[in-house]
């Protein structure tokens, strides 16, 4: 499954205006490994992700930092020994400057390593283990997402600004399913009328359904991610509950997802970083090329790989062309200075964004589609929890 | 025990409801191990990808639902292709490999799986497709007192039962059923006899491969229709089926019921269970796991006592 792109100088040709740097080693090109799960149910992550950091290319002629690329991308089946096995030889093999992408934090624990001690630059596009917000914080590794708690620390402290006075907490039974709650819990801080930790892959949720209603919450949080998802809405919906009990989560529904779940996630609410309603002249145009390249809306995992690419061009802009003044490289990208579709972010001195997070809901557009609405801020400029444990000088 | 305060923060009346989904959940495993049992009971190939079958009824039904928006239209429609199907996967694949072990089998349907979950993100994308339930279906019944219970999951009962029945009364009462049990215990006799068993199992293999469409398509608005959700499901349907005594038509709506039932009541109280004797953390964690184990537990347990299942069935 080699899939190996040469952008080639043609590709500048066609831009009007030509790149302001002229790199001193013209020869040269960056090289970038892209990994991520791309197969099964669970790929759709990867392929938005993949799109985003596509298209941001596109949007910079093909050239990172006014350089040719050489772009390869790599299939890490979701598992984190063959995860491994790519780092290795995207560092040995390819003799990649920037690796670029992740899907897992399974995945991401497994691999960092490799790429901190071979100085290789890993910019994750999706997963954010708590882990290298922390300890393991290190000036080669950047984070283009978020850290793992920062979307349910979001939701936790709407619910509690929205006044709901008890809750049902539903996660999955592994540690990012943990982690969601915690998270959850240190802004929510309110009395919670149970918890489920169901089994990963779970699809008849019937029996939870009638735990919830039995216990009369006034909402549900859910850490519900892909199909068990959109399952648990269907089943939600059918059952009746959506009357009697509010329904909030993270990770569930997005553009990804929202044509599957249908008119079964309206009236939900969910959190993220992304205001895909903004305004912005960022955000629209990263919109529409994007509808206009793939023929479907982008999801908050494209705005991560767009970024991710954006960022790498940022890095190599501020070497001038040296791809071994990692100084240089890591001082650029520490400014963040992209022009990102969620906006401004600046960054932690983990690598971790400190960034906006917003209230969505769904709603019924007028022929009775689903339609996501951005519902305003919920936290501004927010900071991981982790980030006191990191010791990187800058 | 069982008084209103409910035994371990249960009251007896979410018992009795958890009772009633674990019924309704082995009513819908039937339905999809109902064309397994047949398949391997009768023509004594290991299909693994029957759950691969169920995963394209689900998607066909949402194809023919965004096309006509009916869902017995989907049905009407989903019947015939369903067999086509079958019927192709049995002359390209099936037919080579009777004669061979069953690990051949195994490697062949196996291969098919990859095969299918592939194909349907060429054909579909890997976005989960669309299907919701539509209005006439979408309604509660309030079965018991304060708990609303879906109308489509009581068609889904309905379905099961009808589908339970009708096979039962091909099998026993029709010519159809008596030559597949022939062809069954000695399949050169029936031969011999004039009768073509290659056809006969070439529709018998179609027919199962129409009840794990009709599964995939009563499964689909309650369920995300995506590449892969057949494997899941498989698994329980062979749990079901070993339980029950491979080719019983009647052992595997029994161990149906019976996985059903367990499997819900089992992970909705384990929980619960397991905070009298550890704490809250640790019950959290381990009740679920313990709960997803116990289907199997159970068929040790039954499997020690009868190595043939409940219903071992009257063939070769």
Not at chain 2, 247 to 264: K, M, Q, Y
């Amino acid at each position: 499954m080699k899939n190996q792109v040469l952008i080639a100088a043609a590709a500048a040709a066609a831009i009007v205006t030509a790149p302001a740097i002229t790199a001193p080693v013209a020869a040269e090109s960056v090289k970038v490994g892209y990994m991520q799960g791309f197969a099964g149910g669970r790929g759709i992550f990867g392929r938005y992700g993949f799109e985003g950091f596509e298209l941001a290319l596109d949007h910079l002629g093909g050239k990172f930092g006014g350089m040719d690329v050489e772009l390869t991308k790599k299939d890490t089946q979701h598992k984190p020994d063959v995860g491994r096995s790519v780092m290795n030889e995207f560092i040995k093999k390819e003799r990649v400057n920037f690796v670029a992408g992740i899907t897992w934090s399974n995945v991401l624990a497994a691999v960092w390593k490799q790429a901190a001690r071979s100085k290789t630059y890993l910019i994750s596009a999706n997963a954010g283990w708590s882990g290298m917000a922390g300890k393991n914080c290190n000036p080669y590794y950047f984070q283009a997402s978020w850290n793992n708690d920062m979307i349910p620390e979001a939701m936790g402290k709407l619910m509690k600004k929205e006044g709901i006075k008890d809750v049902f907490e539903l996660s999955a039974n592994y540690q990012a399913g943990k982690d969601m709650l915690s998270g959850f819990n240190r802004q929510y801080q309110a009395p919670t009328k149970g918890k489920i930790l169901y089994k990963l892959g779970n699809n008849d949720w019937q029996a939870e359904i009638s735990q919830i209603r039995a216990t009369k919450p006034s909402a549900i949080f859910g850490f519900l991610p892909g199909g068990m998802g959109v399952s648990f809405m269907k089943q939600y919906k059918a059952a009746g509950l959506d009357k009697t009990v509010k329904l909030y989560t993270v990770y569930t529904v997005d553009y990804g997802t929202i044509r599957a779940h249908g008119t079964n996630a309206i009236g939900s609410y969910h959190t993220t970083f992304w205001n895909s309603d903004a305004k912005t002249a960022t955000n629209q145009k990263f919109i529409k090329d994007y509808i206009k390249k793939y023929g479907k809306h982008p999801s908050m995992f494209s705005v991560q790989g767009y970024d991710a690419a954006l960022l790498i061009d940022l890095g190599v802009k501020g070497s001038k062309g040296n791809l071994k003044d990692h100084k240089a490289i890591t001082t650029a990208m520490r400014t963040a200075d992209i022009k990102s579709p969620r906006g401004k972010f600046t960054y932690n001195v983990n690598h971790s964004p400190i960034q906006n997070y917003y209230k969505r809901e769904v709603i019924a557009d007028a022929d009775g589609k689903p339609k996501i609405v951005v519902r305003g801020m919920v936290a501004e400029m927010a900071k991981d929890s982790h980030y006191k444990k990191c010791k990187m000088a800058w | 025990m069982l008084g209103t305060h409910g035994v371990l923060g249960m009251t007896l009346l979410l018992l009795i409801e958890q009772f009633l989904n674990g019924m309704q959940f082995g009513v819908f495993l039937f339905l999809i191990s109902a064309g397994l049992t047949l398949v391997l009971g009768i023509m004594n190939v290991v299909n693994l990808a029957h759950g691969s079958l169920y995963m394209l009824g689900a998607y066909f039904a949402s194809t023919f639902f965004g096309l006509t928006g009916s869902l017995i239209v989907s049905l009407v429609l989903m019947i015939p292709v369903m067999l086509l199907v079958g019927i192709l996967i049995e002359l390209v694949v099936l037919r080579t490999l009777y004669e061979r072990d069953h690990m051949d089998q195994v490697l062949a349907t196996f291969g098919l799986i990859l095969f299918f979950n592939e194909l349907v993100r060429i054909i579909w994308g890997v976005e989960a497709q669309p299907l919701t339930l539509p209005m006439w279906l979408s309604g509660n019944v309030e079965i018991l007192p304060d708990a609303p219970y879906p109308v489509y999951r009581l068609v889904i009962i309905g379905v099961g039962m009808a589908v339970a029945a009708g096979l039962f009364w091909m099998i026993t009462k029709t010519r159809m059923g008596m030559l597949i049990r022939a062809g069954a215990s000695n399949r050169p006799m029936v031969g011999a006899l004039g009768i073509n068993i290659r056809f006969l199992y070439t529709m018998v293999f179609g027919l199962g491969a129409v009840f794990a469409g009709l599964a995939g398509l009563m499964a689909a608005p309650l369920q995300s229709v995506e590449s892969g959700i057949g494997e899941d499901m498989l698994i329980f349907a062979f749990v079901v089926i070993v339980i029950g005594g491979i080719g019983s038509i009647r052992g595997a709506l029994v161990a149906s019921l019976i996985i059903g039932i367990f499997e819900t009541v089992g992970r909705s109280i384990l929980p619960v269970l397991m905070l009298e004797i550890v704490d809250s953390e640790a019950a959290q964690t381990a009740g679920p796991a313990l709960a997803s184990m116990l289907v199997y537990i159970l068929m040790a347990v039954i499997l020690f006592f009868k190595p043939q299942g409940l219903f071992p069935a009257r063939t070769g």
